[in-house]
Antibody, heavy 124, light 110 residues
């Protein structure tokens, strides 16, 4: 059973770069995509982006100019960097596995394992 | 703004059946997945694909889909089902594939 452990700096100043890492334990690192999701206080979930073991990425268009997701297959880890943060980036950040299936010609995607979340606060 | 639309809040009497819906064009091409989130906790996957439940999710949770609408049904709601529920889908309508979440539905069990 895959488990995710995430960590990173929890307090940033405006204009700094957010940096988080998620380690994958107990399962295959290849064959899946690995996602980042965030949730501002009192608000809903927002998908940030995803990466596979080969380094292929997809990003949320609204964040794409500031986001970099990378992978380190030697350590079974993937990371998120978000540059030029502002107070609007204050949120709980989650990492998650992203899997894919197909049925009757329809694809489906789902995130079945989530990290515990890291609270990131941006304040001067 | 979310491109998957959910009712912000729904209530259900204990033991009764409730349906939470999610609407969006991407649901014509992809099955939705559904997540339950309780305060202070990470989301938990409850339904994926046509109507699949991960191990450990009670069979009172079920999913369905028709046209541009996906639904999560809880048959015989329990007090512990009170939570926020989010739908999620793939969206390939733009230049690059992405994932989208609905705005969430707060379920109150009366």
């Amino acid at each position: 059973q895959v488990q995710l452990q995430q960590w990173g700096a929890g307090l940033l100043k405006p204009s700094e770069t957010l940096s988080l890492t998620c380690a994958v334990y107990g399962g295959s690192f290849s064959g899946y995509y690995w996602s980042w999701i965030r949730q501002p206080p009192g608000k809903g979930l927002e998908w940030i982006g995803e990466i596979n073991h080969s380094g292929s990425t997809n990003y949320n268009p609204s964040l794409k100019s500031r986001v970099t997701i990378s992978v380190d297959t030697s350590k079974n880890q993937f990371s998120l960097k978000l540059s030029s943060v502002t107070a609007a980036d204050t949120a709980v950040y989650y990492c998650a596995t992203r899997r894919k299936g197909m049925l009757y010609g329809y694809y489906y995607y789902y995130m079945d394992v989530w990290g515990k979340g890291t609270t990131v606060t941006v304040s001067s | 703004s979310s491109e998957l639309t959910q009712d912000p809040a729904v209530s259900v009497a204990l033991g009764q059946t409730v349906r939470i819906t999610c609407q969006g064009d991407s649901l014509r091409s992809y099955y939705a997945s559904w997540y339950q989130q309780k305060p202070g906790q990470a989301p938990v996957l409850v339904i994926y694909g046509k109507n699949n439940r991960p191990s450990g999710i009670p069979d009172r949770f079920s999913g369905s889909s028709s046209g541009n609408t996906a639904s999560l049904t809880i048959t015989g709601a329990q007090a512990e089902d009170e939570a926020d529920y989010y739908c999620n889908s793939r969206d390939s309508s733009g230049n690059h594939p992405r994932c989208v979440f609905g705005g969430g539905t707060k379920l109150t069990v009366l």
